[in-house]
């Protein structure tokens, strides 16, 4: 390497300039300065405030850094509302507007500045801004995901002065009533399904306890779980019902986002060994309430009030199924209610994916098993966490066997479960039984009606195996079933399009907070090599690197050197074709990770 090479990190550059400013200085160029002097002082306090740093001022520019992309959009997002309130009573003709370009990238720092490409693209973003607007890259708005409440309308490539290749920019829509109207505009219009729909949102905690949230979380979780046992209904995934959680819903609109006929409501309250679960369901057009009913039950027939509930619901359904319902055995999953109850604190945990959250809800599952050694739900969860640290290649050596010997015990405590079933075909990844895996997969799919999260992971399975074009279709047949799905839903399906080629894909989905973990910015890096955008490949692959390195140590293992093997190798026996190894490898490589 260049010995002389000047030091370079990478930030998050803010740009702002004055719209229009020769026009306000000519008009009155003492009212204008004055004016512009207090919008700077302004400008550089809210830049503090959101932790960054003002590099210069040029004239009527303001250049800033910051070290987390977070910090700067807020901080843009801050400058421009309060600068509106400022100029709100002024004439239009007198007021002092910002653009503001927002870019994520290399800089050079010398001599208390900053330099590169970085700064000149959010330069180049801001003169793509409306005046009081901001403009943003795609690197930012990968970054951000959805950490912030804000909505993004797609500008397109555009091409810019002095940069080689096109930007593509975004534009962060800050007017409430445009912003109404572009979100509509990106919403997708669902039809409805051709048999009885039904969305459960979680019911709401009346105990007066927080600490009980997980307790009626729990309680939802499962009965939306019974309800997708009929294969008449069309029933929404828990995740896309608790995007509801803790708001002040309207029916018809919850109905028209999810695309459901049914909407149930209701609310648990605990006292002690005493449980009180009201539910109404509701027809999401009219408002019309179909059925509500209230149960008061001592806490130890939790299931029996939860299959009522099911069965309740079904029966006033269009099209309702009464030999269904009567012929459905109820299913018990635990006789200990504290096993229970560690079992739905630990998946909460576990739902994050991150390696040191695994290794907290493992501790958890244990315990249930440890007060309940039959209870198979715990068994499939706690082999799962073994399966998470194996898929990143941050497994310990026991991993495999543990993994395998704990999804059997689940299957044979209970075999037609089907999160159970899908398990298996993981145990026979892990075995190295491919054939056998992929019959398992595809046994589980040909059984499954509402699950989207056994689809979803059947899914993931086949793209292991070399099939990644049946797992794209999966995936997104499991997202409809789960319209505001969580972001492993997305994490899969990146991956599905890496395999399958489809890069620009590959880049629309793996943003923000769908970079759940290495494998997704292996993934991106790749992409973006691949299409030979290889600046935005060594951006991404040094955030590669860092996730890298943060799952390592969550396991306490060290690693000399920051090579393909040393980061990437231990994925290799994550799939069945060698090409596809070299084909991730092979991203990597271009982005300039060395071999």
Same mark, same amino acid.
């Given at each position: 390497m260049d010995s002389d090479r000047l030091p370079?990190?990478?930030?998050?550059?803010?740009?702002?300039?004055?719209?229009?400013?020769?026009?306000l200085t000519g008009d009155d160029e003492d009212a204008t300065h004055r004016r512009l002097r207090a919008y700077l002082d302004l400008i550089a306090q809210t830049i503090e405030d959101h932790h960054g740093?003002?590099?210069?001022?040029?004239?009527?520019?303001?250049?800033?850094?910051?070290?987390?992309?977070?910090?700067a959009l807020s901080s843009a997002v801050a400058i421009q509302n309060e600068l509106k309130d400022r100029n709100q009573d002024l004439p239009d003709e007198r007021k002092v507007q910002f653009r503001i370009g927002v870019n994520l990238g290399d800089v050079i720092e010398d001599r208390g500045d900053i330099y590169g490409d970085g700064v000149n693209v959010a330069a180049r973003l801001e003169n793509l801004a409306d005046a009081g607007g901001i403009c943003i890259s795609e690197s930012i708005r990968t970054a951000i995901g959805k950490k912030l409440d804000l909505v993004y309308e797609s500008m397109g490539e555009q091409e810019v002065k002095n940069i080689e290749e096109p930007v593509r920019a975004y534009k962060v829509v800050l007017d409430s009533e445009e912003k109404t109207q572009v979100t509509a505009e990106h919403r997708p219009t669902l039809e409805l399904p051709d048999?009885?729909?039904? =969305? +459960? *949102? &979680?019911?709401t905690n009346m105990s007066g306890d927080p600490e009980q949230e997980y307790f009626s979380d729990g309680i939802t979780e499962d009965i939306i779980t019974e309800l997708s046992r009929f294969p008449v209904l069309f029933v929404i995934a828990r995740h896309s019902s608790f995007a509801f959680k803790g708001e002040k819903v309207d029916i018809k609109e919850v109905g028209e986002k999810l695309g459901v006929q049914y909407v149930v409501e209701g609310s648990v309250r605990r006292a002690g060994n005493r449980v009180r679960i009201t539910a109404q369901l509701i027809e999401a057009e009219t408002g019309h309430h179909v059925w509500a009913e209230r149960y008061d039950r001592e806490l130890e027939d939790i299931f029996a009030v939860q299959d009522e509930v099911t069965r309740s619901i079904v =029966? +006033? *359904? &269009?099209?309702?199924?009464?030999?269904?319902?009567?012929?459905?055995?109820?299913?018990?999953p635990t006789d200990n209610m504290k096993a229970y109850e560690f079992m739905l604190q630990a998946k909460s945990i576990r739902d994050s994916f991150g390696a040191e959250?695994?290794?907290?809800?493992?501790?958890?599952?244990?315990?249930?098993?440890?007060?309940?050694?039959?209870?198979?739900?715990?068994?499939?969860?706690?082999?799962?966490?073994?399966?998470?640290?194996i898929l990143l290649g941050i497994e310990t050596e026991d991993a495999a066997e543990m993994q395998v010997q704990l999804t059997r015990k689940a299957a044979s405590l209970d075999s037609n479960d089907l999160a159970n079933q899908e398990q298996l075909g993981y145990a026979y990844i892990t075995e190295g039984m491919w054939e056998d895996a992929g019959i398992q997969f595809d046994k589980t799919l040909s059984k499954i009606v509402n699950e989207a999260e056994q689809m979803l992971w059947c899914g993931y399975g086949l793209m292991m195996l070399g099939r990644p074009e049946e797992a794209r279709d999966i995936v997104l047949e499991a997202m409809r079933l789960d319209p505001l799905h969580p972001h492993s839903y997305d994490w899969v399906l990146g991956q599905a399009y890496y395999f399958a080629k489809c890069y620009e894909d590959v880049i629309r989905v793996l943003m923000g907070e769908t970079l759940l973990n290495s494998l997704a910015y292996g993934c991106l890096v790749g992409a973006y090599a691949h299409l030979g955008r290889i600046d935005d490949a060594r951006t991404t692959l040094e955030s590669f690197v860092t996730e890298r390195h943060r799952e390592f140590s969550s396991r306490n293992i060290v690693v000399e050197g920051d090579t393909i093997d040393t980061l990437a190798g231990g994925y290799r026996k994550m799939w069945r074709q060698e090409a596809d190894w070299d084909h991730f490898a092979d991203g990597l490589r271009k982005a300039g990770l060395p071999d």
């Open positions: 370079r990190k990478l930030a998050a550059i803010l740009y702002a300039d004055v719209a229009g400013y020769s026009r740093q003002v590099m210069h001022y040029a004239g009527d520019a303001v250049l800033a850094k910051f070290d987390a992309v977070v910090d048999k009885p729909s039904i =969305a +459960v *949102l &979680p019911f =029966a +006033v *359904l &269009p099209g309702r199924v009464q030999e269904d319902v009567a012929e459905r055995a109820s299913r018990k959250d695994t290794a907290r809800a493992r501790r958890l599952f244990e315990k249930a098993i440890e007060l309940d050694p039959r209870y198979s739900k715990a068994y499939m969860y706690l082999a799962d966490t073994y399966l998470v640290d």
